[in-house]
């Protein structure tokens, strides 16, 4: 045990707080990790193509994973530098397979050497049906398109993704989540908003009709507000899918990015947790609109962080990340993403929630705020640090130089 740990432990102790206790705690949080950061949301498919619908990685860093081979290897470095033990976020189209069934053809075993390779290192999986970067989606329409032929394909493909996920779940005993998120929208503003509403609320019904075992699969779906090509109305807004969420029992997805840029995502999470029941996040950083730039230790994070805490709503919360930046190393892109969702946690678990609840019930809003300014000087990176060395993974110029070795080594083997 360090010095700085133990003086911390004792300063923590002197507002009533149990640092050791929000170490086991943190220990016990999974973060689901997004596996598109490390090829720019390009996929395994066998053919070219863009992402599309409206989301868009750019820049050129070298060291692109290329293949699902090369996926899991920056993927094992990634986990190699962050503590505890997670999960990876698979979309459809990262299949992993000698064939090319098309997206309505998709089965589990083409997935199985991402669900070996999960075993083997002892990590979780999530799902997520590919509703673009495909012809069947070039107008930005899927789920709501006009021409039934397209919904059903779009249908087929969200029920064999369901399908996909509860099995995965079954084969790793830990229920995974599988998130729709469709592009439709219309660049131009439309006249008849409620037909297209009306579709994909029909779509949806029919995607999820198949009852699954909760222990195996988590139905989620995440609502947006505008994308690149969509900027007039998205039909999945969310209006849209938190009556949905909340009518057909599934879980409801915020996207940090997805809401104008002054809204407090923070602040809706104890609002829809009274009428839905689990909540997936997709924790991103919206720059002037959803550029999904890596996510930094920074207010917003750390009051989502403090909300999920003191809201008790870590018990029905499934936290992911969504970002894509290809500008950087996307290793060290998941790396400080990844701990920094962990930094904000530990902070709101070494806070004096009892005694701050307190005070703010007895309307002593003075208080509040000497306290919580207070709070601020607590040592906590130095916790942060113990737990970094108890679970053996580098912090500081010894991280950085992790980092950068990897990305080096990498870049010339890729090039
Ligand atoms: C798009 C959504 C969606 C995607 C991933 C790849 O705006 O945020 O979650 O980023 O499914
Ligand atoms: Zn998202």
Redesign the pocket.
Known sequence: MSKSYDLAREQFAGWGVDAEAAMNALSKIAISVHC?QGDD?GGFERKSGTSGGG?QATGNHPGRARTPGELRADLDFAFSQIPGRHRVNL?AFYLDTHETPGRDEIEYRHFTPWVDWAKDKGLGLDF?PTFFAHEKADDNLTLSHPDKGIRDFWIEHGRRSREIAARIGQELGSAAVNNV?IPDGYKDIPVDRMAARQRLWDSLDAMFAARHDRARLIDAV?S?LF?IGVEACTVGSHEFYLGFAARKDVALCL?M??FHPTENIADKLSAVSLCVQDLLL?VSRPMRW?S?HVILLNDDILAMAQELVFAGLLPRTRIGL?YFDATISRTAAWVIGVRNMQKALLHALLLPQAQLKDIEHRLDHTARLSWTEELKDLPFAAVWSEFCERNEVPTGRTLISELEQYQSSVALRRT
């Open positions: 598109w949301v989301i979309h997520n998120w995440e947006k994308g996207d990015g997805h997709h959803d999904d969504d």
